[in-house]
């Protein structure tokens, strides 16, 4: 359906998207996962046909993107780009005849989103006294209005309470299952996980691992993480630890003395770590295991957290 | 484009506190400029209701003319007082507002003699006006004099003529003239009706807060770009360009309803007359309302943040409303800023809208509305190559 080759964007002298290629097929939720600054919503930008590009190539079911195809597309951008004093109908009308609804399709359309995010009840009330979590839910609305083919989202939930977060995952995810195709940026792993059927990992512009989440999980170099909390690290033990048989990989942060250490044989491996850290006499506070997860492996793949 | 420009102009209805800025301000204004400045464009004449005392001795034949037949009108009122003190008793007294001592045979020397003009201190205007009518009418007076000497000189020259009868007539007939009416000074030219302080502010006004929808669409265009939802239309199938008409035509008509409101307000609480022409008015009002929103969409295109725009707009549309003549009429100004103000929509506006409130032809209006409407298409334009959507 879509497939994007090869994309690229300078700003000055700086590369902000790198070589950028995924493909999408029909009904298929891809994530797009990444750290703030770490080019996704450029990306998102190009697509849609905001920023131009300066390489590479756009296809919306092998043909370049032109832009009466953006009636097939519908943004929901990270900004709650909405009129504040106007209601919230008054918004997902203005947004559907936008789109080339005519006002009574529009009108019709309207009420059925409301209901679909939630808001049938609060629709002549105006956006300016709604929550942030209502704001968000009528900002992906309005990007339902004309029934696009493909829903873009990018960061979606930003800045709301728990709550409504779910509600909107929940409402993104019904979408999907109702055969809607979509992309969705974040940089909460947590919602990539539960949305989405591939990933396309991202850092500094460019796609670090892509595929479903369990071959990307599967390529974790050792698929289980072991958390460290050490008081008196120093650098002998440390390696020490590093040329463990059972360990693959350190990733620190000094800041708060924790460790994520990369092993095969959490069991074995364990064990190894505890023996080390008592012979280079560095204090062991706190040991937990994660099971392999996208967070872990943007941690193995940058050294980073998706949150840094 | 339409669904843009109606939204706008719903955003800016909504906007209770904006709307009665931009309405009851004006109307405001009018009503203070109207009222206070008005009697310096007197319907009929220059000058406010007036009462004149003129205190002479003697009545002749020019004192009497001047006294009884130049001097009132409508808004003259002329009381004869026996001697200067009296007159000045009722001056004091205000029982008068002028007061005018003719010396004795001001009739016969008036060129030699000295007239004493008094007046209440407020009232120095209505002074300088009966000033004027007096040296007026002895210039006239004289010319007529000097007119008629010649007359007899070449009479006598040619003979055979009764020399003392022609020169009598023509002496009646060029009296005649000397004492007719024109020692007012009117405000309209030959052949169109004259304008009131009511009508000339009323224009004015109106024309200068229209002006402000320059800064209300510069500033609608810069918050739809700060807060995303201009980027937002550009991702839908819509091209730049439209947006832009859009917005441009969001400011247009806005300005045309404010001035339209404004219009119908005017007229029935002040009774001001827009002319007779409702299609002269429109064209001017049209022509000014794409001058200021094309204004509106270049001003965007240049200035990058909303508190730029807010603190250009408010010093420069009072900059542009004076030299355009809104304050004070073109007319008090230097040569240089006459000059200048050619260069300005709103003084094309504001000569466009007194033209047709004092009667004139669609041929006289070309040259206003033609200037107008390519000001704001060359705005537009310009602004629609620079103005970035995000």
Redesign the interface.
């Known amino acids: 359906m879509l497939q994007v080759s090869e994309l690229k964007k300078r700003y000055g002298q700086k590369e902000v998207v790198k070589n950028v290629s995924f493909k999408l097929k029909e009904g298929e939720a891809f994530g797009l996962l990444g750290p703030n600054g770490a080019g996704k919503s450029t990306t998102i930008a190009m697509i849609c046909g905001l920023v131009s590009y300066d390489g590479g190539q756009i296809s919306w079911h092998d043909k370049p993107m032109t832009s009466s195809m953006k009636k097939k597309v519908g943004i929901v951008p990270q900004e709650i780009a909405l009129y504040p004093t106007m209601s919230a109908k008054e918004n997902l009308l203005f947004w559907g005849r936008m789109y080339g609804l005519k006002r009574k399709e529009a009108k019709k359309r309207a009420d059925d989103v409301l209901d679909i995010v939630g808001l049938k009840d609060r629709g002549k009330e105006t956006i300016e006294t709604f929550s942030g979590g209502m704001k968000r839910r009528i900002n992906i609305g309005a990007a339902l209005m004309h029934e696009p083919e493909l829903l873009i989202m990018d960061e979606p939930t930003v800045g709301i309470d728990p709550q409504s977060r779910n509600h909107i995952l929940e409402t993104v995810k019904q979408l999907n299952r109702q055969g809607m195709t979509m992309i969705y940026t974040s940089h909460y792993m947590e919602e990539v996980e539960f949305l989405c059927d591939r990933v396309g990992i991202m850092d500094h512009g460019e796609v670090i691992a892509s595929g479903t989440q369990k071959d990307l999980c599967q390529r974790l170099i050792g698929g289980t993480v072991i958390r460290l909390k050490l008081e008196g690290a120093n650098e002998s033990g440390m390696q020490a630890i590093q040329q463990l048989a059972s360990v693959n990989q350190i990733a620190s942060d000094p800041e708060s003395n924790t460790y994520e250490v990369f092993v095969k044989r959490p069991d074995e491996a364990i064990s190894d770590i505890m023996d080390t850290t008592v012979e280079y006499r560095m204090k062991l506070s706190e040991i937990s295991v994660q099971e392999p997860n996208l967070e872990s492996l943007f941690l193995q793949l940058t050294g980073r957290s998706l949150r840094d | 484009m339409w669904?843009?420009a109606m939204?706008d102009l719903?955003?800016r209805w909504?906007?209770k506190r904006g709307l009665i800025t931009m309405l009851l301000m004006p109307i405001l204004l009018t009503a203070i400029l109207g009222s206070a400045l008005g009697g310096n464009f007197g319907e009929d004449s220059s000058m406010p209701d007036t009462v004149v005392g003129v205190a002479f001795d003697e009545v002749d034949q020019m004192t009497d003319q001047w006294v009884n037949e130049v001097l009132p009108n409508d808004e003259v009122t002329v009381t004869a007082f026996e001697n200067g003190q009296e007159l000045e008793v009722a001056l004091q007294e205000k029982a008068i507002d002028v007061g005018v001592v003719l010396p004795e045979n001001w009739g016969q020397q008036m060129s030699e003699s000295e007239v004493k003009v008094w007046t209440d201190p407020e009232k120095t205007i209505q002074a300088s006006i009966v000033h004027s009518m007096l040296t007026s009418f002895v210039d006239r007076i004289q010319s007529v004099s000097a007119t008629a000497n010649v007359f007899a000189f070449e009479m006598g020259a040619e003979g055979g003529v009764d020399v003392e009868s022609a020169t009598e007539e023509v002496m009646a007939d060029l009296r005649a003239v000397a004492g007719a009416e024109g020692t007012s000074v009117r405000a309209a030219e030959e052949g169109q009706a004259s304008l009131t302080g009511m009508q000339y502010y009323a224009a004015a006004m109106g024309v200068m807060f229209i002006l402000f929808n320059a800064t209300i669409g510069a500033r609608s265009v810069l918050e739809e770009r700060h807060?995303?939802?201009l980027?937002?239309?550009?991702?839908?199938?819509?091209?730049p360009f439209p947006v832009m008409v859009g917005k441009f035509l969001g400011t247009l008509f806005y300005s045309l309803l404010q001035f339209l409101l404004f219009l119908i307000a005017t007229y029935l609480f002040f009774d001001v007359s827009w002319g007779e022409s409702p299609g002269q008015v429109l064209a001017v009002g049209v022509a000014y309302g794409v001058a200021v929103s094309g204004l509106a969409m270049m001003l965007a295109s240049v200035i990058k943040e909303e508190k730029t725009i807010d603190a250009v707009g408010g010093i420069g549309v009072q900059v542009l409303a004076l030299l355009g003549g809104s304050m004070i009429p073109i007319a008090a100004f230097p040569d240089i800023l006459q000059t200048v103000s050619n260069a300005i929509p709103n003084k094309w506006a504001l000569d466009g809208f007194i033209s047709v409130m004092t009667g004139t032809t669609w041929t006289e209006l070309i040259l206003p509305t033609s200037l107008l409407l390519a000001f704001g298409l060359l705005c537009l334009w310009m602004g629609s190559m620079r103005l970035k959507?995000?």
């Open positions: 669904t843009i939204k719903r955003l909504k906007d807060t995303q939802t980027a937002r239309i550009a991702m839908t199938p819509i091209r959507l995000q």
